[in-house]
């Protein structure tokens, strides 16, 4: 039996605006990373979605962003370490009172964007991350979006660290992401087919025909595609076909 977690972010709508299918997706999940306030989310989807969460039995961890809602925290910001450190904590800090409001366990922390980027780039600002999260709550679990990050993880003892995988973008040879400007449809089967084989041999398939090695105990799901509950409800099929098992991540660590 192999474990799995699926994540996707969520809980990014704000004010009269909306932003992927929260309520469609949140069935067909284990982990929900939801905005923490800065590039998506308002207080009021910050409490609807941690409830939405609650009643489907989704792990909770806060996907925080740059403090740029009007470029969804796509841009890039000249940004201390510790300064990024601080918009992780604050937005951390709003999520878990909705949290503890709601009875649900705080798992664990995706950074967003350009923040994520940033943190990809510059070593020292992944670090500043990771500190402040081991001194608010070192149980808490770092969900590596590359393995340039991944590897600063591996610094800290007390930080528990996931590999993330993708299944509805495409992989260049160096194992970086081809982001789309605008999400597309994907053919359900050919993603789910890119699941099972992260989920059990940890390879996918990069534009070239290049197998690479993604060792992933996490697969992210963009619930703004399109056809997004399409893709999950054939993921789905393959996990009962393939004796994989799907768990929150503080199942997994």
């Known amino acids: 039996m192999v474990q799995i977690d699926i994540n996707c972010d969520m809980g990014e709508s704000f004010g009269n605006w909306t932003m992927g299918r929260d309520e469609d997706v949140m069935p067909y999940i284990s982990s929900a990373n939801i905005a923490g306030g800065y590039h998506g989310g308002d207080p009021h989807v910050m409490r609807e979605t941690v409830a939405l969460a609650a009643e489907h039995d989704v792990g909770v961890g806060v996907h925080p962003g740059l403090p740029d809602k009007m470029g969804f925290g796509r841009r890039k910001m000249d940004a201390t370490p510790e300064e990024v450190r601080d918009y992780v904590t604050y937005q951390f800090g709003a999520l878990r009172a909705f949290c503890d409001q ?4 705080f798992q664990h922390v995706k950074p967003h964007g350009a923040m994520y980027s940033m943190l990809s780039e510059s070593p020292d600002h992944a670090r500043a991350v990771m500190e402040g999260i081991l001194d608010v709550d070192d149980d808490l679990i770092y969900l590596a979006t590359d393995m340039n990050i991944y590897e600063v993880t591996q610094e800290y003892d007390d930080l528990d660290a996931v590999f993330e995988g993708y299944v509805d973008l495409d992989y260049n040879p160096d194992r970086s992401l081809i982001v789309e400007q605008e999400k597309e449809t994907r053919d359900p089967e050919n993603v789910a087919d890119r699941f099972v084989s992260i989920a059990t041999e940890g390879t996918v398939e990069a534009v070239n025909g290049e197998t690479l090695d993604v ?7 963009h619930g703004d595609t399109p056809n997004a509950v399409d893709i999950l409800e054939a993921i789905h099929d393959r996990i009962d076909e393939h004796d994989i098992e799907l768990a929150p991540l503080h199942e997994i660590v």
């Open 102 to 105: 709601h009875g649900v366990t």
């Open 215 to 221: 060792p992933a105990d996490s697969i992210c799901i």
